[in-house]
């Protein structure tokens, strides 16, 4: 069964800098998109970021204003998304997510979830 594997969340004060990561498993298509959501506490889950198949497209939301990066290592089958400059208000659950296909399309293209890894930064 395909897995995801969500790394590296942790608390950090407002500033600082994070680097998650996400594993996928052998049975993960390396030739799928991959995204990054987040989930606040009483909120809904938002987008976050997404990197195409080859890693030559990525797209942000708007709130990350060129804080956040997201890379993959086809090889190692792991996507990251680095972190700078975080604010009390990214705070949440981070989960990466395979889209069904080579480019993300929206949240309802994706196959499957990570379980997620908590992010928590202190003003």
């Known amino acids: 069964q395909a897995q995801l594997v969500e790394s590296g969340g942790g608390l950090v004060q407002a500033g600082g800098s994070l680097s998650l990561s996400c594993a996928a498993s052998?049975?993960?298509?390396?030739?799928?998109?991959v995204a990054w959501f987040r989930q606040a506490p009483g909120k809904e889950r938002e987008f976050v970021s997404a990197i195409s198949w080859s890693g030559c497209s990525t797209t942000y939301a708007e709130f990350v204003e060129g804080r956040f990066a997201i890379s993959r290592d086809r090889a190692a089958s792991t996507v990251y998304l680095q972190m700078n400059n975080l604010k009390p208000e990214d705070t949440g659950v981070y989960y990466c997510?395979?889209?069904?296909?080579?480019?993300?399309?929206?949240?309802?293209?994706?196959?499957?979830w990570g379980k997620g890894t908590l992010v928590t930064v202190s003003s």
């Open positions: 997510a395979a889209a069904r296909g080579p480019y993300y399309s929206g949240s309802g293209g994706i196959s499957y």
């Open positions: 052998k049975r993960t298509s390396s030739n799928n998109a």
